[in-house]
């Protein structure tokens, strides 16, 4: 079974099994995708409490649709995997309130600044929260939330040096930092444009980002002057500006460049060498891949507490659901008698 390093993924309305590398932390994107989920389940709340279901959401032609209406047709068409998400959640919370388990003084800072590191500004990273509807706080209960399940699926992994220093061996290049560089963009759509704006950047007081900011097409780093947050020069794209990115000096910048149907101009900003890393360096986080590689399968985690948790669904349309967390009995062991001792012959 391939290892993947870094951390589970949980996804708000579904636990994965499927591990994120914990040098990419892309899960903030896997985060946000089901955040609808979640939300669906406030909505519903929100309307069965306040009792407005007949107060409109919205008017179309004169016909009014109706909050009644809107929730019913949510639950129809989510309605059990909200449930079934608020009813895992729970189990996981009080699993890890049982476990004496508790969740690490700035691990989940850390975790989100190792988010926010492949945004070229914070400011690019606040914008990409509020344009999925969530925020940096929401972000963290999510953050917090996946590291409890992290720790409760490694609760019993054992950590030995023998054992430990195999893993790193046997993984030990993806420990090594390559050579990285920041760089800044201008995108644009010919070449013509393309040599136009590289004449505006041959001048003697040119500013890059001011010149990015105003010419070039790209929606994510545009406003941020062209910026791209610090990569590996092998995992550029497109990648054709990475021949361009390891011959340029720092402060240096590109003529055009075609590619992708586009042209670009880039500048390197900062150029970090690649670095070998050891053991000793690198312990911490050896540690947290290692573990989560041994630990227990996030679905089977899951599976666990449903056995033994004592659940019952109410809601007449999601009755279905009872046979996900039917309690597993404990079965007669065949050939044991439930009395002891001989049984006594009957006299009649």
């Given at each position: 079974?391939?290892?993947?390093?870094?951390?589970?993924?949980?996804?708000?309305?579904?636990?994965?099994?499927?591990?994120?590398?914990?040098?990419?932390?892309?899960?903030?994107?896997?985060?946000?995708?089901?955040?609808?989920?979640?939300?669906?389940?406030?909505?519903?709340?929100?309307?069965?409490?306040?009792g407005c279901g007949e107060r409109p959401v919205a008017v179309v032609n004169g016909h009014r649709i109706t909050e009644g209406?809107?929730?019913?047709?949510?639950?129809?068409?989510?309605?059990?995997?909200?449930?079934?998400?608020?009813?895992?959640?729970?189990?996981?919370?009080?699993?890890?309130?049982?476990?004496?388990?508790?969740?690490?003084?700035?691990?989940?800072?850390?975790?989100?600044?190792?988010?926010?590191?492949?945004?070229?500004?914070?400011?690019?990273?606040?914008?990409?929260?509020?344009?999925?509807?969530?925020?940096?706080?929401?972000?963290?209960?999510?953050?917090?939330?996946?590291?409890?399940?992290?720790?409760?699926?490694?609760?019993?992994?054992?950590?030995?040096?023998?054992?430990?220093?195999?893993?790193?061996?046997?993984?030990?290049?993806?420990?090594?930092?390559?050579?990285?560089?920041?760089?800044?963009?201008?995108?644009?759509?010919?070449?013509?444009?393309?040599?136009?704006?590289?004449?505006?950047?041959?001048?003697?007081?040119?500013?890059?980002?001011?010149?990015?900011?105003?010419?070039?097409?790209?929606?994510?780093?545009?406003?941020?002057?062209?910026?791209?947050?610090?990569?590996?020069?092998?995992?550029?794209?497109?990648?054709?500006?990475?021949?361009?990115?390891?011959?340029?000096?720092?402060?240096?910048?590109?003529?055009?460049?075609?590619?992708?149907?586009?042209?670009?101009?880039?500048?390197?900003?900062?150029?970090?060498?690649?670095?070998?890393?050891?053991?000793?360096?690198?312990?911490?986080?050896?540690?947290?891949?290692?573990?989560?590689?041994?630990?227990?399968?996030?679905?089977?985690?899951?599976?666990?507490?449903?056995?033994?948790?004592?659940?019952?669904?109410?809601?007449?349309?999601?009755?279905?659901?009872?046979?996900?967390?039917?309690?597993?009995?404990?079965?007669?062991?065949?050939?044991?008698?439930?009395?002891?001792?001989?049984?006594?012959?009957?006299?009649?």
């Amino acid at each position: 079974m391939p290892f993947v390093f870094g951390g589970s993924c949980v996804i708000m309305g579904e636990i994965s099994s499927r591990p994120l590398g914990k040098r990419e932390r892309s899960n903030t994107e896997l985060t946000i995708r089901a955040k609808y989920i979640v939300a669906l389940g406030f909505i519903i709340a929100a309307v069965v409490l306040s009792g407005c279901g007949e107060r409109p959401v919205a008017v179309v032609n004169g016909h009014r649709i109706t909050e009644g209406e809107f929730i019913s047709r949510l639950k129809k068409s989510g309605g059990e995997q909200v449930l079934r998400t608020m009813i895992d959640r729970r189990l996981i919370e009080e699993e890890f309130g049982n476990s004496g388990l508790e969740v690490p003084a700035g691990e989940v800072s850390e975790r989100l600044s190792q988010m926010q590191s492949g945004f070229p500004t914070p400011g690019a990273f606040q914008e990409f929260l509020e344009g999925r509807g969530t925020s940096v706080e929401e972000l963290e209960k999510e953050v917090v939330f996946n590291t409890k399940l992290e720790m409760l699926a490694s609760k019993e992994v054992t950590v030995s040096d023998e054992g430990l220093t195999k893993f790193y061996e046997d993984y030990r290049e993806r420990y090594d930092k390559p050579l990285r560089v920041t760089i800044r963009e201008i995108v644009l759509s010919s070449k013509q444009d393309a040599e136009d704006v590289a004449a505006e950047l041959a001048e003697p007081d040119a500013d890059f980002a001011a010149v990015a900011t105003q010419y070039s097409l790209s929606p994510t780093t545009r406003q941020y002057g062209g910026k791209r947050p610090e990569s590996p020069i092998l995992q550029l794209y497109p990648q054709e500006l990475r021949a361009a990115a390891q011959d340029l000096k720092v402060g240096e910048a590109s003529g055009p460049i075609a590619a992708d149907g586009q042209w670009y101009i880039i500048k390197v900003e900062e150029r970090k060498a690649p670095e070998k890393a050891s053991l000793e360096k690198v312990r911490d986080e050896v540690v947290g891949d290692y573990k989560r590689a041994q630990a227990e399968p996030l679905d089977q985690l899951v599976k666990r507490l449903r056995e033994k948790a004592l659940v019952s669904i109410v809601a007449p349309e999601f009755q279905e659901l009872n046979e996900v967390y039917r309690r597993q009995e404990e079965l007669p062991e065949f050939g044991v008698e439930e009395e002891s001792g001989p049984r006594e012959e009957s006299g009649e």
